[in-house]
């Protein structure tokens, strides 16, 4: 890793925070450049402003600092994006083409593209959701992450791009607040169950979803980018799996700890968004590519949620 730079593009979000500090820990600080178009709290050297649709300025960017290797996290969640389908469009699609063409150029290493279970629409098995399967996304986040697994895989096939992808579940971490994510709920509910004592649920009671600790996440991230590149048979998103639980589960395990908690179901537009995707999950062509397999489940996240949120809240 002597020569490695790594970019991480929208490092100031719920994924990015925490997966930049991971790489510098791992890799070193002046390894790591972090950029977003917005100022990352923090001791957060080095950082650079970047809209990911200013091409120029991404380019002067892996230019000055030679950069080797990108994790790509710059995009509009699904709840947000269904606001602005065009704008989403082009910042999820184009930034990400900006990124394919220069891995291109200059011969990169390696290039990260977070994908979605998103991607999986009314088409799609929901139960024990194989690799491959048919893809008809119902949001324009869905429709993005679905196309850039395409051209992630294109530019595999076509230039030689190492290009590597994972489907999240929904991601839950205590480290921030996510924004405009349609499984936000399952981060909200920790902090209200501390902070309040209830919860307003914006999905139905049953609602299944798949769901990964932030801890999985990036490891699950760090290890398919160190992969052996003979390991790997995909070049798009491979599917990812933790758990899976309902709005009611959560709750419940949350009550083991919190007692007097109380949770009300008043679903809203991103029930019908959920209603669309899988419950459960099929990661077998990871664990066998890559080794992956998670750490938590639902008891031991829990068990960790509450623990860091009560030292900062």
Known sequence: MSNTKILVTGANGQIGRVLTTALREKYGKETVLATDITKIEGDIEPFEFLDILNTQRLKEIVQDYDITQVYHLAA???ASGEWNPVKTWNINLNGL???LELAREKQMDRVFFPSTIAVF??????????????????????????????????????YG????????????GWQSLPAGGTTD???????????????????????????MYMNDAIKATIDLM????????LHYGYNLAAMSFTPAEIAAEIQKHIPDFKISYKPDFRQEIAASWS???????????WNWKPDFDLASMTVDMLKHLREIL
């Open 161 to 172: 791009v190492d290009a590597r992808s994972v489907r999240y579940p929904g991601i839950i």
């Open 121 to 158: 629409g009314n088409t799609t098995p929901r139960i024990n959701t194989h690799q491959d399967v048919p893809l008809l996304p119902t949001t324009v986040y869905g429709m993005s992450k679905t196309s850039g697994e395409l051209w992630c895989n294109y530019y595999h096939l076509k």
């Open 76 to 78: 509009i969640l699904s």
């Open 279 to 289: 419950e459960t999950i099929d990661d077998s062509q990871a664990r066998k590519d």
């Open 185 to 211: 709920y399952a981060v909200e509910i920790y902090h209200e169950a501390l902070k309040s004592g209830k919860y307003e649920c914006f999905l139905a009671e049953n609602t299944r979803l798949p769901m």
């Open 97 to 99: 083409l900006s990124i």
């Open 226 to 233: 160190e992969a052996p590149k003979e390991s790997l048979s």
